[in-house]
C-alpha cells in the first residue's frame, strides 16, 4: 500500500490536476499513510508541481494555496529526510521566500542533516538577491569541502550568485574552472556579463559558446541582445536576429520583447515596431520597450497612445512604463500631460515616484523654462534628491541663463555628490557664457585642485561591421585627410545656405577663426563625414555621442542631411535626432 500513493501523486503531478492530487491525499489520510516519510515527500512533491504550473495561470487560487499545502505537509512530518528538506526548501526559493528558505537550511543543520547539491543550488540564488556576498563564499566553501563544486548546476549557481554580487571577476574564476559547460552554464555568465555592463566580454562569450558547439537557448538571446542595444552595434543585432529566426524563437516573448528594445536602442524604431506589431501577445516588457523606444526617439504621440492602448488591454501600467511616457512627455515638453501621468502613477495606481520619475519631470519644468516650479518641485521631493535630479536643474539654468539659482543649485549637488565633475564643468560654462571671469576662473582652479578632468566627447559610427571612433580634434584616423577635405567641402556649402557658425559654444579663450575650427571638428561631425565619404549615398548614418548634441552641431547636422540627401540619425546621452531634409525629429527640442 505504502508504495502505490508515491506512484499516483506523481501521476497526479505530471498532469496538473490539483483537485485529483488532492482527493489523493485524503485517501493517504484515509489509509493512515500520512506519516509514512515516502508518501509524504511524494505529497509535497506534488504540490511544489502544482504551485509552478498554476503560477502561470493568473486568477487560478490554487496557486496560491499549494505552497502553503507543501509547509502543512512538512510540519506534520515525524521523519524527514533529506529529500523532505529540499523540497520545501526548493519551493520558498523558487517562490521567492529566500529568507525562509536561508533559515530552513539552518533548521536541517540543526536537525543533524547535512545540505547536499540540491539544497545548494536552490539557496545560492537566495545570497544573489539580497547581494550577501559572505554568506554566498560560505556556502561555496561548504561545496568545495563536501565535492559539490564538481556539479555543474552548483558553478551554474555560484555563477550567477557572485554576478548578481557585482563581483564577475570571482563569476570568470568558476566559469574558467568548470570541465564541462552546458547551456545554463554558457548563459548564466553571459547574462552576468551583460548585467554588470561587460558587454564586449559578454558578446565575446557568446561567441566562444557557438564555437563550443552548445546551441544557444531562449535564454541565450535575450541574455545578450541588451548587449548590442547598449553598444548601439546593429549589425550584430542582426545578426543575433538571424540566429533567432533560423532556432526558430521568434515567437518567443522575452526574446522578441529583448529584440523590440535592442531596434529601438539601435536607432531603427520602425524595425521595433514591426516586431512588435508581430508579437502574438504583449506582456509589460514588451510594451514599456516599444513605449520607451518611442520616447527616446522623440515620438511623443506615438509613446502616448501606445501607453493609453496599453491600459486599454487592462494591462495595469507599471513603475518602469511610468517612466517611459513621463520621459516621452519630457522629451516634448508636454508639461500638462506629464503632470496627468505623474499623478495618476500616485493617486490610480499607488506607485510611489522614483528617482527617474523625478528626473524626468524635474528636467521638463527646467527646459520649459519653469525654473522655480523645478526647484520646489526638486525640494519637496519625498525621497532625498540625487545630484542627478538637482543636475537636470543646473542644465536648465544654462539652457535659460540663471546664473544665480545656478550656483544654488551647484551647492545642492557638491552637498550630495562632491565629485561630480559634469555639474563642475556646467556651472563653469555658465560662468563663462555669462562673462563672469573670476567666479569662471575659480571653478577651473577648483576642479584642477580636486584631479578633475572633464570627460572628453567621444563619438562612434559603424562602417562596414567595424565601428569607429572619433574624439573632438583627434588626428589619428587613417582617414583623417580625407575626413578633413569632406568637412571643407560641407562647410562651403552649408556656409552657401546660411550657416553662421555659434561660436558662443566655444568657451575657449581663443581667436574666432580657430573657434570655427573647432566646432567644424567635434566628434560627432568627424563621424558623420566619414560616414559620408565610406558609404554609398543614399545610406543611413547613424552616429552615437557620448554627450549632449551641442546648438551648433545640431544646426549644422540638419543642414548636412540637406546638402548629402541622407538620413543622419544621432543618439546622444539622453535621446535620439534623426536628420532628414534638412529638419531634426526634436522638432529643436532637446
Not at 546593429?234 to 540566429?243: A, D, E, R
Not at 545610406?539 to 540638419?558: E, F, G, P, Q, S
Amino acid at each position: 500500500m505504502f508504495n502505490v500513493f508515491p506512484s499516483v501523486l506523481k501521476c497526479s503531478a505530471s498532469i496538473g490536476d490539483l483537485r485529483f492530487g488532492e482527493a489523493v491525499h485524503a485517501n493517504v489520510v484515509r489509509s493512515g499513510v500520512d506519516v509514512d516519510m515516502y508518501t509524504c515527500n511524494a505529497l509535497m512533491n506534488m504540490y511544489a508541481k502544482l504551485e509552478r504550473f498554476h503560477a502561470h495561470q493568473v486568477f487560478d487560487k490554487s496557486a496560491r494555496s499549494s505552497q502553503s499545502s507543501v509547509k502543512k505537509v512538512f510540519d506534520t512530518m515525524p521523519l524527514r529526510d533529506v529529500v523532505s528538506w529540499n523540497t520545501v526548501i526548493a519551493g520558498e526559493a523558487q517562490n521567492g521566500m529566500y529568507e525562509e528558505a536561508l533559515a530552513r537550511v539552518r533548521e536541517m543543520g540543526s536537525a543533524g542533516l547535512k545540505p547536499d547539491g540540491f539544497t545548494l543550488s536552490s539557496v545560492l540564488p537566495g545570497f544573489a538577491e539580497y547581494v550577501d556576498v559572505v554568506k554566498g563564499k560560505e556556502m561555496h566553501a561548504y561545496a568545495v569541502r563536501h565535492g559539490f563544486d564538481a556539479d555543474v548546476f552548483i558553478r551554474s549557481s555560484l555563477i550567477g550568485m557572485y554576478a548578481n554580487c557585482n563581483r564577475m571577476e570571482d563569476s570568470l574564476k568558476v566559469f574558467d574552472l568548470l570541465r564541462q559547460r552546458d547551456s545554463v552554464s554558457w548563459n548564466s555568465i553571459i547574462g552576468g556579463c551583460v548585467q554588470n555592463g561587460m558587454f564586449d566580454q559578454g558578446l565575446v562569450l557568446f561567441r566562444r559558446m557557438l564555437r563550443a558547439k552548445t546551441k544557444p537557448t531562449d535564454v541565450s538571446f535575450s541574455s545578450i541582445i541588451p548587449a548590442c542595444a547598449h553598444l548601439t552595434t546593429l549589425h550584430l543585432g542582426k545578426q543575433l536576429h538571424g540566429y533567432i529566426i533560423r532556432g526558430g524563437f521568434e515567437d518567443n516573448i522575452y526574446v522578441t520583447s529583448s529584440l523590440v528594445d535592442m531596434y529601438a536602442k539601435c536607432g531603427n524604431i520602425k524595425m521595433a515596431r514591426w516586431i512588435f506589431d508581430k508579437m502574438e501577445h504583449h506582456d509589460m516588457v514588451s510594451w514599456t520597450a516599444m513605449t520607451m523606444g518611442y520616447a527616446l526617439h522623440g515620438h511623443a504621440h506615438d509613446a502616448i497612445s501606445l501607453f493609453e492602448q496599453m491600459k486599454g488591454e487592462a494591462v495595469k501600467p507599471n513603475y518602469v512604463a511610468f517612466m517611459a511616457v513621463l520621459t516621452a512627455c519630457n522629451h516634448a515638453g508636454l508639461v500638462d500631460e506629464a503632470w496627468k501621468y505623474y499623478n495618476s502613477m500616485t493617486k490610480e495606481y499607488g506607485i510611489a515616484p522614483g528617482i527617474e520619475h523625478y528626473a524626468a519631470v524635474a528636467d521638463l519644468l527646467g527646459r520649459a523654462g519653469r525654473l522655480d516650479q523645478a526647484y520646489s518641485f526638486i525640494s519637496n521631493m519625498h525621497i532625498e534628491p540625487t545630484g542627478s535630479v538637482w543636475s537636470t536643474l543646473l542644465a536648465a539654468c544654462r539652457v535659460h541663463k540663471n546664473v544665480e539659482l545656478a550656483a544654488k543649485v551647484a551647492e545642492k549637488i557638491f552637498a550630495v555628490n562632491p565629485g561630480n565633475i559634469g555639474a563642475y564643468v556646467t556651472l563653469f560654462n555658465i560662468y563663462s557664457a555669462a562673462k563672469k571671469w573670476r567666479e569662471a576662473a575659480e571653478m577651473r582652479i577648483l576642479m584642477r585642485d580636486k584631479g578633475m578632468k572633464k570627460k572628453p566627447a567621444c563619438s562612434w559610427i559603424e562602417v562596414k561591421n567595424k565601428v569607429h571612433a572619433f574624439v573632438e580634434g583627434d588626428e589619428s584616423h587613417p582617414y583623417y585627410d580625407e575626413i578633413t577635405k569632406a568637412l571643407e567641402v560641407l562647410l562651403e556649402q552649408m556656409e552657401r545656405a546660411g550657416y553662421v557658425p555659434n561660436t558662443n559654444e566655444v568657451l575657449q579663450d581663443v581667436e574666432e577663426e580657430q573657434k570655427k575650427y573647432l566646432l567644424c571638428h567635434h566628434s560627432e561631425r568627424l563621424a558623420i563625414a566619414f560616414g559620408i565619404i565610406s558609404t554609398p549615398a543614399g545610406t543611413t548614418i547613424r552616429v552615437t555621442k557620448n554627450l549632449r548634441v551641442c546648438v551648433d552641431c545640431h544646426t549644422a547636422t540638419k543642414l548636412i542631411s540637406k546638402i548629402v540627401g541622407r538620413e543622419i540619425i544621432v543618439r546622444d546621452n539622453s535621446r535620439f535626432h534623426h536628420f532628414k531634409g534638412g529638419e531634426c525629429s526634436c522638432g529643436d527640442y532637446w
